[in-house]
């Protein structure tokens, strides 16, 4: 009966390290949707006042 309770506590400190892996591991990202990468880059530039040579023709 003893083994039963060794059991359980094996499973308890397995789980309490497992756990903060996969929480690590699955975190939900920083940037939910669709991530407009142009609006970001224009913001970005714009807040150093750098003008974007990309777009010049």
Sequence with gaps: MEW???GIAAL???TL???PIWKA???PSSV???FDF???KEGELSQRGVQDKTKWR
């Design 38 to 40: 142009d609006g970001y």
């Design 25 to 27: 591991k699955h975190q």
């Design 17 to 19: 390290a497992v756990l």
């Design 12 to 14: 308890v400190v397995l």
């Design 4 to 6: 039963f309770f060794i």
């Design 32 to 34: 939910h949707g669709r």
